[in-house]
RNA sequence: GGCGCUAUCGUCUAACGGUUAGGACGGAGCCCUCUCAAGGCUCAAAUACGGGUUCGAUUCCCGUUAGCGCUACCA
């Protein structure tokens, strides 16, 4: 007998923007449903209107997208069980809740807001859980009966049992259980007319043959409702695995102003696609060996729920930037001179055009020394244009007075220079230091000052060939005029 | 408060009863070197606490403590 194929499912709340806490929920769904050659839904559970962003779906999808995790149903692509924006699916749950009513399983409930605010500060008080009263439940039908007919706000609300032990499996937690006498009679149709998350989610589930239901530890809690419901409907239950929680440093549950949640925001700081699904991969799970650096196709392979923790993961950015310079420097040069020229499009120096050859090399001396494709134009701005203004600090140390006459003399040698490649700029700058009686350091320091104005970067030689012959003497003439000696 | 989950270096983690408790990020130092990086090497750094079970516990059980989650007509 095989199992039935795996169906997985994303289900986000248009909201706002993907977290990445839901990136890496999403990811886990992703990487279990391909290293199963199941199937990925993403499913909208826009059940709460009051909190519905415009544009939030589109959003979503997009930003899934760039991190590159695709689904196979979803919005727009349809597999036979949609649609998968549940505020098209208020019919269908109508339809379940009934069911649920004519089953004595749920119950109307009219109470007002004001009556449950007032029950549960009473329960305060007496320091008793918060939980419904039952107040509704024990309506006749004929009561029931009336107050619908007069039309009086409702909701439904789930039966739950009394004295009942409600046990389940999870992958990653193996047997939890609760008793029922602490679940509230939740509310599974608002007066709104709409399902709640309970609700929907089960049916759901159902409807679109959910395998596994993979999602975080906060609905770990509320897992008994859902198995409730599964039992009430005659349904067989998926296989649950609850995720352990992303935190922020100070161990809460990730949130914002403890830093950047929105996985947009990652994008927008140039961090890699590649680098944040890595990092989120290995927040919860491991591969069991030393192995770090991961690609999406790697991550497919080696994915097990087996391998996912059960302790929250502190969000930790420090490592996601070595990660984000592993995977960069992983690129070919050939990648990086497409991202570079976008870079570059973006920045100051848009007017300007460089032959690929001449990038290609910035990119050769460059890409050790990047974090970020910013980098390339902000830490190598003088391939691009010659320095506007000099590093005082470096001029402090290494301009003398003898600054000037040095770099006249660099200057002659290097005039004479017809294959000014890196080896022939090393050689005319070590006979220029024998002949002025200086270490090769003295030269070198003055002429990486005024040729990039900065005290870092590659080797001087490399920049000196790259900026070529002309350019490297305009500039070293630019700076014995620009630069008064200092005093040592 | 109630219920639940969790607990190994600062952080992410390995160990599935027997290891000098391993790796990675970050930190410190050294090497390389014209600078800045990268890279290599080295060092510091952990089993929350208390009881069991066992010849032997990071590992299994119980308790304590701590953290987190849930406790909505939010998801």
């Known amino acids: 007998m095989s199992s039935p ?8 709340s248009p909201t706002g923007f993907l977290h990445v806490g839901g ?3 999403a990811l886990y769904n992703y990487l279990f449903a391909r290293r199963t050659n199941g199937v990925f839904i993403l499913r909208i559970e826009d059940t709460d209107r009051a909190r519905y962003v415009e544009g939030a779906v589109e959003n979503l999808v997009s930003t899934l997208r760039w991190a590159g995790i695709d689904f196979d149903e979803g919005p727009g692509k349809d597999g036979g069980v949609g649609p998968y924006v549940q505020s098209e699916r208020l019919e269908i749950y109508r339809k379940h809740a009934e069911s649920l009513f004519a089953s004595g399983n749920a119950y109307y409930c009219f109470c007002t807001s004001v009556r449950l605010e007032e029950m549960r ?7 008793l859980p918060p939980k419904y009263d039952r107040h509704c439940a024990k309506l006749t039908p004929d009561e029931v009966s009336a107050l619908i007919a007069a039309g009086t706000p409702r909701v439904l609300r789930l039966r739950v049992p009394v004295g009942a032990t409600i046990r389940f499996h999870d992958v990653i937690r193996d047997d939890v259980e609760f008793s029922s006498d602490a679940i509230d009679d939740q509310v599974l149709i608002k007066s709104d007319g709409y399902p709640t998350y309970h609700l929907a ?19 770990l809690s509320s897992t008994p409702k859902h198995i409730l419901l599964y039992g009430y409907f005659g349904w067989e239950k998926p296989v649950f695995a609850h995720l352990p929680l992303l935190l922020n440093p100070d161990r809460s549950k990730l949130s914002k102003r403890q830093g950047d949640v929105a996985v947009e925001e990652y994008r927008a700081k140039q961090y890699l696609r590649e680098a944040l699904v890595n990092f989120v991969a290995l927040l919860g799970w491991n591969p069991g060996d030393d192995r770090e650096i991961f690609q999406m196709e790697e991550l497919i392979k080696e994915f097990s729920l087996e391998r996912v923790g059960k302790s929250g993961a502190i969000f930790n950015q420090t490592k996601l930037g070595w990660l984000n310079e592993q995977h960069l420097r ?6 990086l001179l497409g991202m570079l020229q976008c870079e570059l499009a973006g920045s100051p120096f848009k007017e300007k055009t460089f032959p690929d050859a001449y990038l290609l090399s910035v990119i050769t001396v460059m ?15 003088y391939f691009f244009e010659a320095p506007a203004s000099y590093e005082e600090e470096m001029v402090r140390k290494r301009w003398t007075s003898e600054s000037a006459g040095q770099m006249e003399h660099l200057v002659r040698e290097f005039s004479l220079l017809t294959v000014p490649g890196p080896a022939e700029f090393e050689s005319a700058l070590h006979r220029s230091a024998q002949s002025l009686g200086v270490g090769n350091g003295v030269l070198i320091h003055g002429v990486r000052l005024a040729v990039s104005g900065v005290s870092g970067g590659p080797g001087i030689y490399e920049i000196l060939a790259i900026l070529g012959k002309d350019e490297t003497i305009t500039r070293i003439r630019a700076a014995i005029s620009r630069l008064a000696p200092t005093a040592r």
């Open 5 to 12: 194929a795996v169906r997985v499912r994303f289900a986000p």
């Open 121 to 127: 500060k009473q329960q305060d008080a007496l320091r």
């Open 23 to 25: 990136l890496r929920t």
């Open 330 to 335: 992983s690129k070919s040069d050939r990648e």
């Open 367 to 381: 890409r050790e020394r990047v974090s970020f494709m910013r980098d390339f134009v902000e830490k190598g701005a």
């Open 201 to 219: 989610n089960v049916v759901d589930d159902h409807l679109m043959k959910v395998t596994h239901v993979i999602r975080g530890e906060e609905w």
